[in-house]
């Protein structure tokens, strides 16, 4: 019995191997972006006289950072002006709304995230 099922084997291995073999190979990375990359806005070459928002995650810790980064910035930069976004890190039909005010409203921005 082993000796028939081995010729069995060859026998469909020759006929694999004569038959026409049609063979699709697959690229498995991501499509190229074709859109040319947007840079990152240049350094403001100072923080005075500038309006910078403060962005807050919602976490907690930022209530007591928040504080002491504009008391100290302030000291710095006397005449820079700070408004503050608490966004939720969740809420994402408001965060839009709330991300082009504060990009209108500033100069720069902090952004507060983490716990």
């Known amino acids: 019995m082993c000796f028939m099922s081995m010729v069995a084997f060859m026998t469909n291995e020759r006929a694999y191997a004569a038959s026409n073999v049609e063979v699709k190979v697959l690229d498995p990375r991501a499509e ?3 859109q040319a990359s ?3 806005n240049a350094r403001l070459s100072t923080l005075e006289g500038k309006k910078i928002g403060i962005l807050k995650n919602t976490k907690p810790g930022g209530d007591d950072f928040a504080p002491a980064l504009m008391q100290v910035l302030k000291e710095t930069y006397p005449r820079v002006e700070f408004k503050m976004w608490s966004v939720s890190y969740n809420d994402y039909p408001a965060k839009a709304n709330d991300l082009k005010e504060i990009a209108t409203w500033s100069d720069a921005v902090i952004g507060m995230m983490g716990d």
């Open 32 to 34: 190229l972006l074709t």
């Open 38 to 40: 947007v840079p990152i």
